[in-house]
């Protein structure tokens, strides 16, 4: 049904900003829950950011952060991770992460049954 590729990954310094991308490259699909997940070096995944996308997505909020902003065009179905005052601890590797069920957002990642292949971001 979906097939999820990232971009906009890079190196950047500290304090820098970066837009990652997620484009749907396979059958156009409703998004009910979109996230996006990071991957260290030896660590697992972990969410940094979340949201609903479905009918009641706004009866749902986000997870969000004061750095990171995620936030979905259904339309095109596209998730974007907007990054800002990057620290080297953000560094690793970046996934998006989407499901075609559900109500509201979610940060296990076993809730969600499509993945990109990953971006990487370095930040030094």
């Known amino acids: 049904h979906v097939q999820l590729v990232e971009s906009g990954g890079g190196s950047v310094q500290a304090g820098g900003s970066l837009r990652l991308s997620c484009a749907n490259a396979?059958?156009?699909?409703?998004?009910?829950?979109v996230a996006w997940f990071r991957q260290g070096l030896g660590k697992d995944r972990e969410a940094v950011a979340a949201?609903?996308?479905?009918?009641?997505?706004?009866n749902c909020g986000n997870f969000v952060s004061g750095r990171f902003t995620i936030s979905l065009d259904s339309a095109k179905n596209t998730v974007y991770l907007q990054m800002n005052s990057l620290k080297p601890e953000d560094t690793g590797m970046y996934y998006c992460a989407a499901e075609l069920s559900g109500y509201c957002f979610s940060m296990d990642p076993d809730e969600y049954s499509y993945w990109g292949q990953g971006t990487q971001v370095t930040v030094s």
């Open positions: 396979g059958r156009t699909s409703v998004y009910y829950r």
């Open positions: 949201m609903a996308g479905g009918a009641r997505a706004t």
